[in-house]
Nanobody
Framework: QVQLVESGGGLVQAGGSLRLSCAAS????????MGWFRQAPGKEREFVAA????????RYVDSVKGRFTISRDNAKNTVYLQMNSLKPEDTAVYSC???????????????????WGQGTQVTVSS
């Protein structure tokens, strides 16, 4: 059983930055593809970013390209999401997820990730 715990969310003004962390335990993290998803009130959960176990082929939703960066530290069993130039429309609960059947290019589909954290709230004010 894989456990994922997110941290780093909070309140920030438009144009500001936050760095989210996701700590993993109970599995072989270094061989998992990892993703970040978000869900705003009244909206469906959407893909944000993903990174394969060996790095390289990162993927982002178009709305965050150039502003968000996903990275991982396998020695610490942790994946990060650096969020810069935040906009009010980025406001959502952000969750990390693990895919224990990874491909070289990580999937963007919610249903392909087996393990999920509880999420951390990100609120961007105007």
């Amino acid at each position: 059983q894989v456990q994922l715990v997110e941290s780093g969310g909070g309140l920030v003004q438009a144009g500001g930055s936050l760095r989210l962390s996701c700590a993993a335990s109970g599995g072989t993290f270094r061989y998992y593809n990892m993703g970040w998803f978000r869900q705003a009130p009244g909206k469906e959960r959407e893909f944000v970013a993903a990174i394969p176990w060996a790095g390289g082929n990162t993927r982002y939703v178009d709305s965050v390209k150039g502003r968000f960066t996903i990275s991982r530290d396998n020695a610490k069993n942790t994946v990060y999401l650096q969020m810069n130039s935040l906009k009010p429309e980025d406001t959502a609960v952000y969750s990390c997820a693990a895919d224990r059947h990874p491909n070289v290019v990580p999937t963007t589909r919610t249903g392909d990730y087996e393990y999920w954290g509880q999420g951390t709230q990100v609120t961007v004010s105007s």
